[in-house]
C-alpha cells in the first residue's frame, strides 16, 4: 500500500481481556517495527521483525506481550490480560531492508483499558 | 527506556518568529532524526543527520549534531499556524535500526 495502514485506529478493552493489534506496512518493506506511546511522552521501542522473525524483541515488557508476522508482511501484536497501564497509542513503522531508508510510521492504534 | 531529554517541553511563539528546540541524548548513534506529531497520531520523519555531520537543512528547517556534547537541536525559521505540533528527536542505532526518541516539545504557534 501507499502508507503503513494500521487496524483498528482506536480499542476500548474491559481490562483482563486479549486484544490483537494489526500492522499493513509498505508493500515490499522487509522490516517492521513495533512502539508504544504514553501520553506524554515519546514512542519506546517494542519489537524489531526482518522478514518474518523477531530480530530484536528486547522492549517487549513482559510475556502478555507478544507479536508475530508469519508472512513476512502483515504483523500483529497480541496482548493477553490487558492491564490499565497497557492503554497507549501503539505506533508501527516499516522501512525498506533494516536500514533507516524509508522509515515510516503508521498513524497508530489508541488501546484504552477500562 | 527514553533516549534524553528534550528542551524546552512547551514553547509559544507568533507566527514568523523561529524556533528552537534542543535534544540530549545518552547513547552512541550513527544517526539522529527529528519527527513531528499531530494530535498525539502518526509520527512524520523532518530530517536525518548522520554522526559525521554537524549540519543539515531542509527548507525551512536547520539541524545540527554535536557528538561530543551528546546534543542536538532543530530550528525552525518563520513559522507557521501550520508547525503547532509536538516535536522528537531519534537517536538511531545501526543494529536493528530502532529508534530511541526523546521526551519531546510542544510547539505552538500562534496568528
Known amino acids: 500500500g501507499a502508507g503503513v495502514s494500521q487496524t483498528p485506529s482506536n480499542k476500548v478493552t474491559e481490562k483482563g481481556k486479549y486484544v490483537e493489534l494489526r500492522c499493513d506496512p509498505i508493500?515490499?518493506?522487509?522490516?517492521l517495527y513495533w512502539y508504544r506511546q504514553s501520553l506524554g511522552q515519546g514512542p519506546e521501542f517494542l519489537i524489531y521483525f526482518q522478514g518474518t522473525g523477531a530480530a530484536d524483541d528486547s522492549g517487549l515488557p513482559n510475556d502478555r506481550f507478544f507479536a508475530v508476522r508469519p508472512e513476512g508482511s502483515v504483523s500483529t501484536l497480541k496482548i493477553q490480560r490487558t492491564e490499565r497501564g497497557d492503554s497507549a497509542v501503539y505506533l508501527c513503522?516499516?522501512?525498506?531492508?533494516?536500514?533507516?531508508?524509508?522509515?515510516?510510521f503508521g498513524s497508530g492504534t489508541r488501546l484504552t483499558v477500562v | 527506556s527514553q533516549q534524553g531529554e528534550e528542551d524546552p517541553q512547551a514553547l509559544s511563539i507568533q507566527e514568523g518568529e523561529n524556533a528552537t528546540m534542543n535534544c540530549s541524548y545518552k547513547?552512541?548513534?550513527?544517526?539522529l532524526q527529528w519527527y513531528r506529531q499531530n494530535s498525539g497520531r502518526g509520527l512524520v520523519h523532518l530530517i536525518l543527520i548522520r554522526s559525521n555531520e554537524r549540519e543539515k537543512h531542509s527548507g525551512r528547517l536547520r539541524v545540527t549534531l554535536d557528538t561530543s556534547k551528546k546534543s542536538s537541536s532543530l530550528l525552525i525559521t518563520a513559522s507557521r499556524a501550520a508547525d503547532t505540533a509536538s516535536y522528537f528527536c531519534a537517536g538511531g542505532t545501526g543494529t536493528a535500526s530502532k529508534l530511541t526518541f526523546g521526551t519531546g516539545t510542544r510547539l505552538q504557534v500562534t496568528l
Open positions: 547513547t552512541s548513534i550513527n544517526n
Open positions: 508493500s515490499g518493506h522487509t522490516a
Open positions: 513503522a516499516s522501512s525498506l531492508d533494516g536500514t533507516f531508508y524509508g522509515y515510516t
